[in-house]
């Protein structure tokens, strides 16, 4: 009997560039360079360099580079950096339906890979269209979101995601793709206990499936087995871990569905805020409702959202932890601190969910008037995440905004020139402008080069902002 890794990996090693249509290309190349910006965006940051002098310690090696970085580190070290990078800012693409952010594991191992290899753009690109593809589909299989249960699903499926990708640059056979598979589901954690308290565990996890699919796959290609039903075995990844979900209610068929032919990154959206994805339609509807009428913070006596019930407990609850978040990571999954600050400063960009945001009396006073009711009719479409708030002045007068689909959704598409326009806005301060310029251009004829290095060692200027 053939397990589920297997014939995923039949797929993925027997996928050719020819085979991939020709918006799943479009799209996986405006995917890259948003994964790209909004490292450069976090690469000034100190965790960004902590992560990479921890990995200057236990991963140095003349294999790799992390993107930016000069220091040569081991495959694996580079990866970790290069995912920490991607997630510290929480403003990775994320997949509507399963909440895995697809494009930054496998990206984050597949771009040191090709880079050392010197190998062509469309080879990182198929990677990366097979590692997020399989991402989102393994993100499927569970009936209940994961997060309900403690669980983050990118560190998971993000990191079997990231052995496909990198098995599929290093032509693995289906023996060794469905061991490496086997040796990663026993590495993988995805703890959601830094939601509870803001710390930084839960900004290394794309970085910890980046690392973790090299070792398995280094595992693998020695031979060393691994289970073969890893996924749907009685002991497999599902049962165990979802252990009040029914066996028979786990949709494997999820996962190979149509598998080449419904592509479920075509359901994959780019952040226009550095926050969950599910709080992005209350951002655009308090900032429409804040342009449409002048409203004032200090004129707003309550700001009423209608919420899907499973985000209830990761956004909005428990209520000291999110009025008070104690982090810039802990801000970032805050429905009221979001919606205040959004209201009190106008923006959400890469800036925002500063420490100085955090502790701003004004921001502060709105989260207190921030107030939510679990609406079961927000949760109604899984391919759709919409907002709708209500704003109260204090003269009485009410004013209302609805929105049915998260931006970058296919119900309400973004385009090309807003992911050029987030690109240079992440960019900007950090490499110089004719370097974006640069950049911009290359990335965006990815798949028509055939050495990557040169595109990527340009994005190793020094930093411009200070430190």
């Known amino acids: 009997m053939v397990g589920l890794s297997e014939r995923l990996a039949d797929w993925a090693m027997g996928l050719s560039w020819d085979g991939i249509p020709r918006d799943v290309k479009d799209l996986a190349r405006l995917q890259i360079l948003d994964a790209v910006g909004v490292m450069l965006a976090a690469r000034p940051l100190e965790p960004v360099h902590a992560a990479a002098r921890a990995m200057a310690r236990t991963d140095a090696g003349s294999q790799a580079r992390s ?26 693409d994320t997949h509507i339906e399963s909440f895995v952010h697809p494009t930054v594991a496998p990206f984050s191992v597949a771009l040191p890979y090709c880079q050392s290899s010197r190998l062509g753009g469309a080879r990182l690109m198929q990677a990366v269209i097979v590692g997020s593809e399989l991402s989102c589909r393994l993100g499927l299989v569970s009936p209940v979101r994961l997060h309900g249960v403690g ?7 993000g990191a079997f995601g990231a052995v496909y990708a990198l098995a599929s640059l290093a032509e693995l056979d289906r023996r060794q793709v469905a061991d490496a598979v086997g040796h990663c589901a026993s590495m993988c954690g995805g703890l959601m206990a830094s939601w509870e308290d803001g710390a930084s565990t839960k900004t290394l996890h794309v970085g910890m499936a980046a690392s973790q699919a090299v070792r398995a796959v ?20 599902f049962q165990t871990h979802l252990q009040k979900v029914e066996p028979s209610a786990f949709r494997y068929a999820m996962a190979t569905d149509r598998l080449g032919s419904r592509w479920e990154l075509l359901e994959v959206a780019s952040k226009p805020y550095p926050s969950a994805f599910t709080i992005h339609p209350y951002i655009d509807a308090v900032l429409a409702l804040r342009a449409a009428h002048a409203i004032v913070p200090a004129d707003i006596a309550e700001i009423r959202c209608r919420i899907a019930p499973t985000s209830v407990a990761t956004l909005c609850e428990p209520a000291a932890e999110k009025l008070r978040p104690l982090t810039t ?8 601190h979001s919606l205040a600050e959004a209201m009190v400063r106008g923006s959400m960009g890469k800036h925002a969910y500063s420490p100085e945001a955090l502790a701003d009396p004004a921001i502060n006073a709105l989260a207190d008037k921030v107030v939510y009711e679990a609406h079961a009719s927000l949760s109604a479409d899984p391919k759709k995440a919409g907002a709708h708030v209500s704003i109260r002045l204090n003269d009485g007068s009410r004013f209302e905004h609805v929105i049915d689909s998260v931006r970058g959704t296919r119900a309400n598409p973004i385009s090309e020139a807003d992911y050029i326009r987030k ?18 251009d290359r990335l965006m004829q990815l798949d028509k080069l055939d050495d990557v290095a040169p595109v990527f060692d340009a994005l190793a200027a020094p930093t411009l902002l200070p430190d």
Not at 423 to 440: L, M, W
Request: charged share 20%; glycine share 14%.
């Open 151 to 157: 669980i983050h699903p990118t560190a998971i499926m």
């Open 67 to 92: 993107l930016g970085f000069d220091e040569p580190l081991s495959l694996a070290g580079a990866a970790f950096v290069n995912g920490v990078m991607s997630s510290l800012l929480e403003f990775d």
């Open 329 to 336: 990571w802990h801000g970032r999954i805050s429905l009221q």
């Open 218 to 237: 280094a595992l693998g290609q020695e031979g060393i087995s691994g289970p073969r039903f890893v996924f749907e075995g009685r002991f497999g990844w």
């Open 423 to 440: 690109f240079r806005s992440n960019a900007d301060g950090v490499i110089a402008p004719g370097k974006i310029d640069e950049a911009i």
